[in-house]
């Protein structure tokens, strides 16, 4: 019989190698909003949302000073919000920091937006769309797909709930 993971299931945390562990405090803490948690000295720094242990370990251990990955390994850190608002004022908030975006998506079940952090880690911000909105195929299987979002109407959410 095949083992197949509980539903409830989910990713716990990542670790991510950086250059520099200031500079990826800033990006995480300072512009996305994640909370220190923790240090090891100078060298590694564990932070999250909303007081869980850690949902991002950031280290220098192996990569100090170390110039940006561009081989195979992380594709990108998905950070999923609660609601579409959420998305939409972190969206807000990097655009008013002129932080540069890589794409934004919609990808029929979700609305993603994707960037870089200061090592060239990909990240991706996100929300799910509710289950019954997902498009599903003739067979019933999920019909996922990349469409361009319109950040227009994201970002008409913030301005909607001032």
């Known amino acids: 019989m095949k083992y197949t993971l509980p539903a409830q299931t989910r990713i716990g945390h990542v670790h991510l190698k950086v250059a520099s562990l200031e500079g990826s405090l800033d990006f995480y803490c300072g512009l996305l909003g994640f909370e220190l948690i923790t240090t090891y000295?100078?060298?590694?720094?564990?932070?999250?949302?909303?007081?869980?242990?850690?949902?991002i370990g950031l280290n220098t251990w192996y990569s100090k000073d170390a110039p940006p990955a561009h081989y195979p390994g992380l594709f990108h850190t998905a950070i999923l919000y609660p609601t579409r608002h959420d998305l939409a004022v972190a969206v807000q908030r990097l655009m008013d920091h002129d932080y540069p975006l890589t794409g934004a998506s919609d990808h029929g079940v979700s609305e993603a937006i994707y960037l870089?952090?200061?090592?060239?880690?990909?990240?991706e911000l996100y929300w799910d769309k509710p289950r019954e909105l997902w498009p599903q195929k003739p067979d019933g299987s999920l019909d996922m797909y990349t469409r361009r979002l319109n950040l227009e109407n994201l970002l008409a959410t913030v301005a909607s709930k001032k």
């Open 41 to 55: 000295g100078d060298q590694a720094a564990f932070i999250s949302a909303g007081g869980y242990h850690h949902h």
């Open 116 to 123: 870089n952090d200061p090592d060239e880690n990909g990240v």
